[in-house]
């Protein structure tokens, strides 16, 4: 059942709300579209929009989407500077160590400066994320460009 103000504007099924949902009429004659999309895992996540601009809020709303992308940089970001403060403290610090620290800071800021709307630096602060996740995996995980995730199995192939 979709509403609107208390007011009752139809009554739609799951299907029909998948398979490219519904439009309604406001007194104000600006058309409300209501439609389901299936999100990571099947999970459905209602899309709505009035005149084709998404309602705040909506699953479609683009500050929604920014704020979600930058809670998980500055997540990010947090945990590089509690790690290269928690080193620095126990004095053990190396130059790599305050780069993870610096690169911490530089997120934070590019997150804060991307809530501000600025779309340089929500791009800078995700290929610094991805950046930096992407050197993890390849150096932590044993990544090698030519062959992929290196062996660990007893018994593999040795030269």
């Known amino acids: 059942m979709v509403r609107l103000d208390g007011v009752e504007l139809g009554r739609n099924d799951r299907e029909t709300l998948l398979n ?6 406001l007194r104000d004659h600006t058309v409300l579209r209501v439609w389901l999309e299936l999100g ?9 929009t009035r005149n084709g601009m998404p309602i705040p809020g909506s699953e479609g709303d683009p500050a929604r989407i920014l704020l979600s992308t930058l809670v998980l940089i500055w997540i990010f970001g947090g945990l590089q500077i509690m790690f290269a403060a928690s080193v620095i403290n126990n004095g053990r610090a190396d130059e790599d160590i305050f780069l993870i620290f610096a690169a911490g800071l530089i997120l934070i800021l590019l997150g804060i400066l991307a809530w501000g709307r600025s779309v340089v630096a929500m791009v800078l602060a995700c290929f610094l994320s ?7 995996l390849i150096s932590e995980g044993r990544i090698d460009a030519d062959t992929g995730p290196v062996a660990h199995q007893r018994g593999a192939h040795r030269c």
């Open 20 to 25: 490219g949902g519904v439009e309604y009429t």
């Open 40 to 48: 990571p895992r099947g999970i459905p996540m209602l899309f709505l």
């Open 130 to 136: 991805f950046g930096e996740l992407a050197l993890l």
